[in-house]
């Protein structure tokens, strides 16, 4: 199954720190199958990306988000437009796209 591809310079942060307890906190980022991360992007432990979506570049995803085929972008970032299931991207067979 095709995963999903990330662009230059993108950071996940799934360690914080807990100000309010005084210790380090600690949760997974779930990156759907078909995504794709724009460049310079930030993704905070315990957001989610769904299947068959687009980050957009410079976001921060900081939140759990459930629809797919969706452009996600902002700071933070939301969806911002629904994209087209027909789209290649979408239906590749293989992980590399070239």
């Known amino acids: 199954m095709p995963g999903s591809a ?3 310079r993108s950071q996940l942060l799934t360690h914080s720190i807990d100000l309010a307890a005084g ?3 600690a949760e997974p980022i779930e990156i759907g199958e078909y995504c794709f991360v724009g460049t310079n992007c930030v993704l905070l432990g315990g957001s989610r990306l769904p299947d068959h979506s687009v980050l957009g570049a410079q976001s921060l995803l900081n939140k759990k988000w459930e629809e797919p085929y969706r452009l996600y ?3 933070p970032a939301k ?3 629904e994209l087209s299931r ?3 991207y979408f239906r590749r067979t ?3 796209v070239w």
Do not use: D, H, Y
Request: charged share 30%; aromatic share 12%.
């Open 73 to 75: 972008g902002g700071v």
């Open 79 to 81: 969806p911002l437009k």
């Open 94 to 96: 293989e992980g590399f």
């Open 23 to 25: 210790r380090q906190s």
């Open 6 to 8: 990330a662009g230059f």
């Open 86 to 88: 027909e789209m290649e």
